[in-house]
């Protein structure tokens, strides 16, 4: 027993205030990509808040990689586009939760020891790749043909990168406030305060108003529906493990320390069980 609250006292209350601070940072960072992956599958917002909500929580505590933030993905909603255009949102609950299902036993038949087998030069593809996509993904957003893109926006940018990089290097300060959470309080702030015409969160679309309500799909339970979300569901399961998989191995060695890749694989499997039944689509680590 006191085994087991040193453990509990040492995995949750060892770094308080670095986990606040990093916990405040991914979910301000959250909200508006959650938003933006939702739109990219074609779903409403709120689908890709409530699956970030849900995985986020379900996987801090099954999961087997510490310091690692799963939720809504790009890569994810990039498999779901055609299932949700011809089948709708009930077919992709259904499709998250077979995928949760065949991450659980992927995980069982410890499936993640083969990330073993990955190269280091294939991990830094993945790193270099996912940047590239997130850069390419911002670009609309400063294109000054959309509408209210001007200088206002771009001199924004260019205080937010100040602001990341330069704030670090600041004596005693800049190590202790995380220099993204600076830039997105302060430079909210100052929009706010000055009401600039900028897009936003809310721009992005609504909203909701509720936290997510556990609701079965609502589909025939049948062989056809099977035929249906079965290959989506498997490239869903194989997606989400092998960009989950690669994400445990660079905080693997970010932090020096292991990881369990089969229990985080059946964590993945949970938390889109989870959320699933809660309304949300399939996410994966990131």
């Known amino acids: 027993m006191t085994s087991f609250i040193d453990n509990l006292r040492g995995e949750w209350f060892s770094n ?16 508006p990509e959650a938003i933006a992956f939702s739109i990219i599958a074609g779903v409403d917002p709120k689908v890709g808040l409530y699956a970030s909500f849900c995985i986020a929580v379900v996987i801090s505590f099954v999961g087997g990689r510490p310091g690692m933030i799963s939720a809504a993905t790009g890569a994810m909603a990039l498999v779901m586009v055609d ?36 190269s280091r030069s294939v991990v830094i593809g993945f790193v ?14 400063l294109n000054p043909m959309t509408e209210r893109v001007g200088m206002t926006v771009y001199l924004m940018t260019a205080a937010g990168l100040a602001i990341i990089y330069l704030f670090p290097l600041i004596p005693k300060i800049g190590r202790v406030v995380p220099s993204p959470l600076i830039c997105i309080v302060g430079l909210t702030a100052v ?22 309500m556990f609701l079965l799909p609502d589909i025939p339970l049948n062989l056809n529906t099977l035929l249906i979300i079965a290959p989506y569901s498997i490239a869903l399961a194989i997606v989400g493990l092998l960009e989950s998989m690669m994400t445990a191995t660079i905080v693997d060695e970010l932090t020096d320390t292991p990881s369990d890749k089969n229990k ?19 996410g994966c680590a990131m």
């Open 264 to 282: 985080e694989c059946r964590g993945q499997g949970m938390a889109n069980v989870v959320s699933g039944f809660f309304g949300g689509m399939a």
């Open 191 to 212: 929009a706010m305060y000055m009401n600039l015409d900028i897009r936003n969160v809310g721009s992005m679309g609504d909203l909701p108003d509720s936290l997510p």
């Open 16 to 31: 308080v205030r670095g986990d606040v601070l990093s916990g405040l940072v991914v979910a301000l960072a959250l909200i």
């Open 83 to 118: 299932l949700v255009a011809e089948h709708g949102l009930q077919y992709l609950l259904a499709a998250t939760l077979l995928c949760g299902g065949i991450q659980i036993v992927m995980g069982i038949l410890k499936l993640g020891n083969l990330m073993r087998f990955v």
């Open 128 to 141: 270099n790749a996912l940047a590239i996509l997130i850069f390419a993904a911002q670009l609309p957003e």
